[in-house]
Structure formats: structure tokens, C-alpha cells
């Protein structure tokens, strides 16, 4: 059984940063890629961005792109997530996901296999 554990989030103003991170248990980490997508209330989930199974190929948004970060440490099983120059639009309860049985990367909420319990990020003008 594989078992995503967030943590990180909570409130900043807006221009702050916040890091997330997500630790996998259960299965090789190393040999699947990674995803972060999020929701804000009354939206649908959205792709955030995705890193591959080695940490050398990663994608975002277009909405984040420049100021987020995707990283990964295949020792310690886990991805990261850093929020840096944040909007009150980035405010939305966080989730990461794992490819399980795919290497590479992927927006597509459906190639996802497992999922985080989600973490709060909060941006107040």
C-alpha cells in the first residue's frame, strides 16, 4: 500500500514563500514520477507541476511557471514543492501525486495513481 504524507502550507501574505513537502512509503519511490495539483474552493483540481523519476525533467503551469519549484530527494522519498512570490489566486489546498508505474512526467490528473491528503496554502493581500 502506497501512502503520500503532506506537509508545509499554511498562510502568507501575498509576495511570501512557503514549502511543501510530500514523503512516499510503500513502494520505489525512485522509479516514479511526481506531481503537484491543487483546488481552490468551488474550482475544479488543476496541475501544478510534475517532475520525472531521476528530478532532471520537470513542467509547470503556465500560471506558476517562474515561481514555483518541483525538486525531489529519491533518499529521503520525497518531492517538494516551493511557492515563492505568491498571489491570493495561488491560495488553494495543495496535493501531491505519484505516477506509480510511469517514470516520466505528466499533467493529466488521471495518470495519477495516488494521492496526498491535501495541505492549506492560504495568500492574504
Known amino acids: 500500500q502506497v501512502q503520500l504524507v503532506q506537509s508545509g502550507g499554511g498562510l502568507v501574505q501575498a509576495g511570501g514563500s512557503l514549502r511543501l513537502s510530500c514523503v512516499a512509503s510503500?513502494?520505489?519511490?525512485?522509479?516514479?514520477?511526481m506531481g503537484w495539483f491543487r483546488q481552490a474552493p468551488g474550482k475544479e483540481r488543476e496541475f501544478v507541476a510534475t517532475?520525472?523519476?531521476?528530478?532532471?525533467?520537470?513542467y509547470y503551469a503556465d500560471s506558476v511557471k517562474g515561481r514555483f519549484t518541483i525538486s525531489r530527494d529519491n533518499t529521503k522519498n520525497t518531492v517538494y514543492l516551493q511557492l515563492n512570490s505568491l498571489k491570493p489566486e495561488d491560495t488553494a489546498i495543495y496535493y501531491c501525486?505519484?505516477?506509480?508505474?510511469?517514470?516520466?512526467?505528466?499533467?493529466?490528473?488521471?495518470?495519477?495513481?495516488?494521492w496526498g491528503q491535501g495541505t492549506q496554502v492560504t495568500v492574504s493581500t
Open positions: 501525486a505519484g505516477q506509480f508505474g510511469y517514470s516520466g512526467t505528466s499533467s493529466v490528473l488521471s495518470d495519477y495513481t495516488y
Open positions: 510503500g513502494r520505489t519511490f525512485s522509479s516514479y514520477g
Open positions: 517532475i520525472d523519476w531521476s528530478g532532471s525533467r520537470t
